[in-house]
């Protein structure tokens, strides 16, 4: 079974500031998908960034971007320029293929605090 | 964007009685949705995969009869916590899939926050 690993609980960053949240994954399947999905206190999931692992090239998206490292199963997420409006939650998610039921496992999440 | 709704957003009711909440995806069609259980500050996890038009897979531990779920139309997904109890107060989310395009991201509803005295 997949498993996603953050081992960042807790994270605070100056705003305008650059932060890089970790994510370990363990996996023996080749092709796969991964995420990062930010969750505010609203509660509601958006989704960040995603990459595909047969895909080299690290994604990015505005002031997010990934450092994916397929060999050492690591996906982690760097904000440039943090804002308040950054100060979430956030879960890295690994999805499998359709032959495995596409089901997304969530890591335990790292809560990010941006002070002003 | 897929925008996916989610209803109620805050229910509260007494022991013993079963609570229905739905989940729509207002713009697409969603062959398959996801529930998910969440306690405060912790992760998601999955309760069950709800394919349209057959029978949910749950996850282990998942107890079928207490969450009762069907997915009758490729736009409405509900869950029914049967009989519900103060164990089971928690942050409830749906997610649905575009389509059969399987390698699509999950798009979130907003969630239900159940409470059980």
Redesign the interface.
């Known amino acids: 079974a997949q498993t996603v690993t953050q081992s960042q609980p807790e994270m605070s960053v100056q705003e305008a500031e650059t932060v890089t949240l970790s994510c370990t994954y363990d996996t023996s399947e080749n092709n796969y998908?991964l995420?990062w999905?930010k969750q505010p206190p609203?509660?509601?999931?958006?989704?960040v960034i995603?990459q595909?692992a047969y895909k080299q090239q690290n994604a990015t998206e505005n002031r997010f971007s990934v450092n994916f490292q397929k060999a050492a199963k690591s996906f982690s997420l760097k904000i440039s320029d943090s804002q308040l409006g950054d100060t979430a939650?956030y879960?890295c998610a690994f999805m499998n293929?359709?032959e495995y039921?596409?089901?997304?496992?969530?890591?335990?999440?790292t809560?990010l605090r941006v002070k002003s | 964007g897929a925008v996916v709704s989610q209803h109620p957003s805050w229910v509260i009711c007494k022991s013993g009685t079963s609570v229905k909440i739905e989940c729509r995806s207002l713009d697409f069609q969603a062959t398959t949705m996801f529930w998910y259980r969440q306690f405060p500050k912790q992760s998601l996890m999955l309760m069950a995969t709800s394919n349209e038009g057959s029978k949910a897979t749950y996850e282990q531990g998942v107890e079928k009869d207490k969450f009762l779920i069907n997915h009758a139309s490729l736009t409405l997904s509900t869950l029914t916590v049967t009989s519900a109890h103060p164990e089971d107060s928690s942050f409830y989310i749906c997610s649905a899939r575009e389509g059969g395009y399987s390698n699509q991201p999950q798009h979130f509803g907003d969630g239900t926050r159940l409470s059980i005295l």
């Open positions: 998908y995420f999905y609203s509660r509601q999931m958006i989704l995603r595909e939650m879960f293929l359709p039921g596409n089901k997304l496992v969530f890591g335990a999440g809560i």
